[in-house]
């Protein structure tokens, strides 16, 4: 058996490897290492992908998130509602801004925000919403832009797990992930579902003045050369990584079906095993109400594969599977209203059951798309014998 990986980026690498270093070649060879044809022909593809408007790309995920909040004129003391368990960055930007980042609980079964908790959250203070399409799956669109069109705030979509996933309205219209509130942010961080060699990221609108003000934020505030009509940073996405990601985006759908083979194939080993709770998807994709891994739609795209171990040796698993070279992560250990940058007085624990659980039992396994049966049978057997003993 090959070396299990949490990521193998490798062995990604190696399907595509001749159109990727031609492909770098020739970007070194033009020069054109920033705004490069790359870059724009990256852009227009994942338009087209998307069925959005406009793409600006920029730096990283993390610089996306903060330029859209930049881009909506979100001001200091503005309040913006986001989920607890997730990672840092998304409230970080939140309070790189000063804005004021309010924190709720999520959903048990999906792991997203939850919608009766944004709805508590809200002050006179609110302007915007920031759902997290957590571990691949998208958070539930129908009600959060239900909830923002009557308090007349802003959606901006957290999609740096979710790239490629489907989300079916309850009006029967499909939309991706990302292309459904005002704005929306992804990441192309290697390990992510379409990921780069480094770091880059993107914003997605179907607003043409708000994308107009984006494409003036991420270059220095610039429309024409050194003229500075908004404050802007500097966050470009450079040539080299565009052109591996133009490489790897018309084998995104593909690559997600195979994770979520591989998402169906640890289900099967775990159906029915005591104090394991398998990810249940919420069939957004297709709407259809179901806790299986759908063979015909992308309602969960599995950034991550996720357990909740339930008998409270979640931390023993870990150690058990180290132990035996299985690498597994565990996202998130502490919830981001017990960080310390983040606590504030407003926050009491009992309006946080879920992710205060959550944090006790979530383990991800390892979840790529060069994952093959017999690791996967390695990996779930362990799992297994060491659970139910």
Known sequence: MKKIQMVDLKGQYEQIKDQVDSSVLDVIHSTAFINGPEVHAFQKELEDYLDVKHVIPCANGTDALQIAMMGLGLEP??????????????????????????????????????????????TPKTKAIVPVHLFGQSANMDEIMSIAKEHNLYVIEDNAQGIGANYKFDTGEVTKTGAIGHVASTSFFPSKNLGCYG???????????????IRGIVNHGMYKRYHHDVVGVNSRLDSIQATILRAKLPNLDNYNNARRAAARKYSKAFEGVEHIITPKVEGNGCGTDHNTICDTCNCHVFHQYTLRITNGKRDDLVQHLNDNSIPCGVYYPIPLHSQKAYQDDRYNEADFPVTNQLIKEVISLPMHTELDDEQIDFITKTVINFVSK
Do not use: M, W, Y
């Open 199 to 213: 770091d880059g990221g993107a914003i997605f609108t179907n607003d043409d003045d708000l994308a107009h003000t």
């Open 77 to 122: 003391g503005d309040e913006v509602i986001t989920a607890d368990f997730t990672f840092a960055a998304t409230v970080e930007v939140i309070a790189l801004l000063r804005l004021t980042p309010v924190l709720v609980d999520v959903d048990p079964d999906s792991f997203n925000i939850d919608p009766e908790a944004i709805k508590k959250a809200i």
